[in-house]
C-alpha cells in the first residue's frame, strides 16, 4: 500500500485541486473499495468450498450494475469442475449478445440495422464493464477469479457447448471461487506512464526506461515467470538469449504480441 500513497499525489483528481488534502489521504487509506481494489490479484487455485447461489446472483447483479450503452450482454454459467479451467467452482463465460435485441426489436417492430462494427464496439465495452465489476463484488465477499481472455479464439466450441444462437459472441471468461493461494499483486506501470493530462506526452528514452523497469523489476522480485515456467518460446531465427534470472515481463509481452495469435476462426 504505501506505493499507493505515492502515486496519489502524482495524480489530479480535478484540475483545481492539484494538491491532496489530510481529508482526501484518510478517505482513501481507509476506503474498504479501493483497497480491494489495489489488493487484487489472479487466482488460479481454489478451495473445495462451492459459492452458494445467493453469492452467485449478488455477483452477477452488482456486474449488472454497472454502466451500459444497452445491457449488450449475456452471462453464462458452468458449475462443472472436472471441465472448468483451474478446476474452478464457478466459470463465467460474458458474451456479446445481439440475439437478444434483435427479440427485443421485434416485439417492438424494429430491425436490427446498425452496422457489427458499431454493435460490437458497444458490446464489448458493456461486456467488460459487468465482467469488472463481478470481479470486485467476487472480491468483496471474499472470491479470487482469474480472467481468461482466449475465449474469442474458442468461439465455436463454446457456441456448441452451450447451445448459443447466432450473434452471441464470446467475449472473455472467468473463473472464480474461494482461494487457495494469496499471490502478491502484481506490478503495474509508473502513474506518468499511464495518466496524461491534457496531451499526449513524448514517449522519452528516461520515460519509457522506467516503465519497463518498474515492471520487470517487479515480476523478477517475485520470480513470476520461474515459478509459472512461462517463458515463450521464440518463433523464426531468433535465438533465444534469456534465462529466468533476467527474463520478465517486457520481453513476455513483446514476444505474446511479436508473435501473434491466430485469428479466430468463422463458425
Not at 481494489?37 to 455477483?59: A, C, E, F
Not at 463465467?92 to 449478445?97: E, G
Not at 421485434?106 to 469488472?132: H, P, S
Not at 471468461?173 to 503495474?188: N, T
Amino acid at each position: 500500500m504505501h506505493t499507493w500513497k505515492k502515486r496519489v499525489q502524482r495524480v489530479t483528481i480535478y484540475p483545481e485541486a492539484s494538491v491532496t488534502t489530510n481529508t482526501e489521504r484518510c478517505s482513501m487509506k481507509n476506503n474498504l473499495v479501493i483497497k480491494t481494489m489495489l489488493d487484487h490479484k489472479s487466482i488460479r487455485r481454489y478451495t473445495d468450498q462451492t459459492p452458494s447461489d445467493g453469492v452467485v446472483k449478488k455477483i452477477v447483479r452488482a456486474g449488472q450494475q454497472a454502466p451500459f450503452a444497452s445491457q449488450y450482454y449475456s452471462v453464462l454459467l458452468s458449475r462443472n469442475r472436472s471441465r472448468n479451467p483451474f478446476k474452478a467452482p464457478l466459470l463465467f463465460t460474458i458474451c456479446v449478445d445481439s440475439h437478444k435485441f434483435e427479440v427485443i426489436m421485434a416485439r417492438r417492430g424494429w430491425k436490427l440495422v446498425t452496422n457489427d462494427l458499431t454493435l460490437l464496439f458497444f458490446g464489448i465495452q458493456d461486456a467488460a464493464y459487468m465482467a469488472e465489476n463481478m470481479v470486485i463484488a467476487g472480491r468483496s465477499l471474499g472470491l479470487g477469479s482469474c480472467f481468461l481472455g482466449s475465449a474469442m479464439f474458442r468461439a465455436c466450441k463454446i457456441a456448441e457447448q452451450y447451445r448459443l444462437p447466432k450473434r452471441v459472441f464470446p467475449l472473455v471468461q472467468l473463473a472464480m471461487g474461494y482461494p487457495a493461494e494469496d499471490p502478491p499483486p502484481r506490478p503495474r506501470y509508473p502513474m506518468e506512464f499511464t495518466l496524461f493530462e491534457e496531451k499526449y506526452p513524448k514517449l522519452t528514452t528516461k520515460l519509457v526506461s522506467k516503465a519497463m523497469k518498474q515492471m520487470d523489476d517487479g515480476y523478477l522480485q517475485q520470480d513470476y515467470y520461474r515459478k509459472a515456467r512461462a517463458m515463450i518460446p521464440l518463433e523464426g531465427d531468433r535465438k533465444e538469449t534469456f534465462t529466468y534470472n533476467d527474463y520478465s515481463w517486457t520481453e513476455h509481452i513483446c514476444r505474446k504480441w511479436g508473435q501473434w495469435y491466430s485469428q479466430p476462426k468463422n463458425c
